[in-house]
């Protein structure tokens, strides 16, 4: 009787540590992966004890700047895990924690140098990883077979390829074709598409890490031209209005030959209703000069952690937790999300369920960043004065290299506003 009791007291004893010892953390979680952070609680509830309870964040992310912005200033324990748009993290940099010795250096090395990077700011790791987005270009296999031509490896290729197959399908009776779908419509849209141009074309991306406005220069210049080119001979004049769901509804109903987009769009280019199921190809963008990189502009999101938390440590295991290699995989499998971590684009279960993957690995590694890591909270300002810039210049209502050379005056004042 006397061991039993013993036995007895000793479990409670050990309840009583494990509960005495669980910390519960509050984590902000986009809505459409609510179900996803939840199970991602549960499974880290279940190895650590401790608990994350979930916040849904507004169905508009951006939305939730000002809600953040109101949390930090003043200074809020309430919150300890942030979800972060990758063009948020220059915004909130000095609210949030330096994850650089919370997070293991091996489980930092798993993620593609170019996501990581983005979120070193100011000597700090500032977020991790959660997923990968980033530009790529869509094209109907199909009809590069029938035409017998290889996907594009430059950006003169692919407008001649377009333009060459576009007419083809025209005389074939397809009167709605054209070569190419895009987004240059005046928005966060057309800054992304204009600085993979650019940045494939040798020309930068309109600030440097160090500050330095770089956006006025000839390569930048040739790469707007060609653009502006494309408009009314394999673009619709209608392009200077279209957004990713635009563009993709023209690519989907089966009247584009090439679209660049998100990865997204391979999942939607597959479900009932569109016209290309099972034609469709994917390939990182063009290049504009050889010796470039293919410059997919870089759209991930990153958790991080508030500055102002009362569980730093704990909220940062979360972290690692959540961006780590079997949660990126859960979402992969579940909502076809690209994961941050080269290895799992080798996983065959992954390949099953995204198999453009293993041929696109390289366009994630050679993503351009957007300047928000040095402009902060002017990145905002900055990003609209160049997408209405160059939204004039595709248009025809100003010229290339005056209008570049005026833009950079404007971003000099622009980028110390932060």
Same mark, same amino acid.
């Given at each position: 009787? !006397?061991?039993?009791? @013993?036995? /007895?007291?000793? &479990?409670?004893?050990? *309840?009583?540590?494990?509960? $005495?010892?669980?910390?519960?953390?509050?984590?902000?979680?986009?809505?459409?992966?609510?179900?996803?952070?939840?199970?991602?609680?549960?499974?880290?509830?279940?190895?650590?004890?401790?608990?994350?309870?979930?916040?849904?964040?507004?169905?508009?992310?951006?939305?939730?700047?000002?809600?953040?912005?109101?949390?930090?200033?003043?200074?809020?324990?309430?919150?300890?895990?942030?979800?972060?748009?990758?063009?948020?993290?220059?915004?909130?940099?000095?609210?949030?924690?330096?994850?650089?010795?919370?997070?293991?250096?091996?489980?930092?090395?798993?993620? !593609?140098?170019?996501? @990581?990077? /983005?979120?070193? &700011?100011?000597?700090? *790791?500032?977020?991790?990883? $959660?997923?990968?987005?980033?530009?790529?270009?869509?094209?109907?296999?199909?009809?590069?077979?029938?035409?017998?031509?290889?996907?594009?490896?430059?950006?003169?290729?692919?407008?001649?390829?377009?333009?060459?197959?576009?007419?083809?399908?025209?005389?074939?009776?397809?009167?709605?074709?054209?070569?190419y779908a895009w987004q240059a419509k005046s928005y966060e849209g057309l800054t992304c598409d204009a600085i993979e141009l650019i940045a494939s074309n040798g020309g930068g991306t309109i600030i440097s890490d160090d500050g330095k406005v770089t956006i006025d220069n000839p390569q930048a210049a040739e790469a707007i031209g060609k653009a502006k080119g494309w408009i009314g001979s394999i673009s619709p004049d209608g392009v200077l209005n279209y957004d990713e769901e635009a563009s993709r509804a023209i690519f989907e109903s089966g009247n584009a030959v090439f679209h660049r987009n998100w990865p997204y769009v391979w999942g939607t280019s597959h479900q009932a209703g569109s016209a290309i199921i099972d034609k469709v190809g994917v390939m990182p963008?063009?290049?504009?000069?050889?010796?470039?990189?293919?410059?997919?502009?870089?759209?991930?999101?990153?958790?991080?952690?508030?500055?102002?938390?009362?569980?730093?440590?704990?909220?940062?295991?979360?972290?690692?937790?959540?961006?780590?290699?079997?949660?990126?995989?859960?979402?992969?499998?579940?909502?076809?999300?690209?994961?941050?971590?080269?290895?799992?684009?080798?996983?065959?279960?992954?390949?099953?369920?995204?198999?453009?993957?293993?041929?696109?690995?390289?366009?994630?590694?050679?993503?351009?960043?957007?300047?928000?890591?040095?402009?902060?909270?002017?990145?905002?300002?900055?990003?609209?004065?160049?997408?209405?810039?160059?939204?004039?210049?595709?248009?025809?209502?100003?010229?290339?290299?005056?209008?570049?050379?005026?833009?950079?005056?404007?971003?000099?004042?622009?980028?110390?506003?932060?």
């Amino acid at each position: 009787m !006397f061991k039993k009791s @013993l036995a /007895a007291l000793s &479990l409670c004893a050990g *309840l009583w540590t494990v509960s $005495a010892h669980a910390e519960t953390i509050s984590v902000f979680c986009a809505p459409t992966e609510f179900e996803l952070c939840t199970n991602v609680a549960n499974a880290w509830k279940e190895k650590t004890g401790n608990e994350a309870k979930i916040n849904k964040m507004p169905a508009l992310l951006d939305d939730a700047i000002p809600l953040y912005q109101q949390l930090l200033a003043a200074k809020s324990t309430d919150v300890d895990v942030l979800f972060l748009d990758v063009i948020w993290l220059g915004m909130f940099k000095s609210n949030l924690l330096d994850l650089k010795t919370l997070i293991p250096q091996a489980d930092q090395d798993k993620h !593609f140098a170019s996501t @990581l990077n /983005a979120a070193k &700011l100011g000597g700090n *790791l500032v977020a991790m990883p $959660a997923y990968m987005d980033v530009g790529l270009m869509f094209y109907r296999k199909d009809l590069l077979e029938k035409y017998g031509k290889q996907p594009p490896k430059t950006w003169d290729e692919l407008a001649a390829t377009a333009k060459e197959i576009q007419d083809k399908e025209r005389a074939a009776g397809h009167p709605d074709m054209w070569g190419y779908a895009w987004q240059a419509k005046s928005y966060e849209g057309l800054t992304c598409d204009a600085i993979e141009l650019i940045a494939s074309n040798g020309g930068g991306t309109i600030i440097s890490d160090d500050g330095k406005v770089t956006i006025d220069n000839p390569q930048a210049a040739e790469a707007i031209g060609k653009a502006k080119g494309w408009i009314g001979s394999i673009s619709p004049d209608g392009v200077l209005n279209y957004d990713e769901e635009a563009s993709r509804a023209i690519f989907e109903s089966g009247n584009a030959v090439f679209h660049r987009n998100w990865p997204y769009v391979w999942g939607t280019s597959h479900q009932a209703g569109s016209a290309i199921i099972d034609k469709v190809g994917v390939m990182p963008l063009p290049v504009g000069k050889d010796g470039q990189k293919s410059s997919g502009c870089l759209g991930p999101m990153y958790y991080g952690v508030s500055k102002y938390s009362a569980k730093p440590k704990v909220a940062a295991d979360f972290v690692n937790f959540i961006t780590g290699p079997d949660m990126q995989k859960m979402r992969a499998l579940k909502d076809a999300v690209n994961p941050s971590i080269p290895a799992l684009y080798s996983d065959p279960e992954i390949l099953a369920k995204i198999p453009f993957l293993k041929d696109n690995q390289q366009a994630f590694a050679d993503s351009a960043v957007r300047p928000s890591g040095y402009t902060g909270t002017s990145y905002n300002r900055v990003s609209q004065a160049f997408y209405r810039t160059v939204h004039d210049m595709l248009s025809g209502g100003a010229d290339i290299k005056p209008g570049l050379t005026s833009l950079a005056g404007r971003l000099e004042k622009l980028k110390e506003s932060r």
